[in-house]
């Protein structure tokens, strides 16, 4: 068996370390998915009408703002108040079954992005896969409903599992009674719990890849097609497949990677605990999202317009008052 040196405490330095890069991906997570928000949220204000994909975006971008925040509580657990040496705290557990669930959540969002991509790039020539694209690209609404009512049985189901166990009072006396083998009662208890949420994101996760599969066969054909036809370089499908593509194959990397690194922490907390090793976990944790946020927003061409004129008002802005500075007889309207 795989045996880790046990890292209990960490030093002054290292928890500093890890502090202020849990307080920087926070801040760029929050700025990245915060932006994609509001610019379509403005758009809800001024009462123009959203696409399928803006509403998409915006219902992950509200997600994911709140999963950032469960990050961040869940470093300055780690920190400050969970040690290796005492069981997991009942607050730290709370926190990542949470994670879980909100992370679930997200990828049922990212799946329906995936399907409505298919939906309108792929050109089917079957009758029932056409009536299939045809539906999704007119009840995105309804889809989104849908998914938000199969996460919610997922967390029903979840937090029943975690709260209402038949032996979940005596798991929290167990806590109180920090003896060995009633710690490995609640680290099992726990752990199950944590499994039967994984669980519950199979289907979403199958889903995103039979479709993100059947948008790469799209776009082998169609670039078999070019080769016989054209060799005109400017195609408007193939860049809407390529930018949806690299939306979705950077979210299956970077989702494969936090799975794993949530997978890997559980062990580094409850047999090996190794704290080094869970902050390098939760770095990661935190960072995929962001990363993920930050491709959407290059590969959508109304956030892109959003980000440029944004740049240029702040460089305005920022010209203005140089301007206001260097010339000593502008007035101070003061």
Known sequence: MLTLTPVITVSYEVKSAFLFLSALEFAVGILTNAFIFLVNFWDVVRRQPLSNCDLILLSLSLTRLFLHGL??????????FQQMKDPLSLSYQ????????????????????????????VRFSHTILLCLASWISRKVPQMLLGAMFFSSICTLLCLGDFFSRPDFAFTTMLFINNTEPNLQIAELNFYHSFIFCILGSIPPFLLFLVSSGVLIVSLGRHMRTMKVKTKDSCDPSLEAHIKALRSLVSFFCLYVVSFCAALISVPLLMLWHNKIGVMICVGILAACPSIHAAILISSNAKLRRAVETTLLWVQSSLKVRADHKADPRTPDLC
Do not use: P, R
Request: glycine share 2%.
């Open 94 to 121: 709370v926190i990542i079954m949470l994670w879980m669930i909100t992370n679930q959540a997200g990828l049922w969002l990212t799946t329906c992005l995936s399907l409505l991509y298919c939906s309108k790039i």
């Open 71 to 80: 990050l961040f509580l869940d470093a300055l657990e780690l920190i400050y």
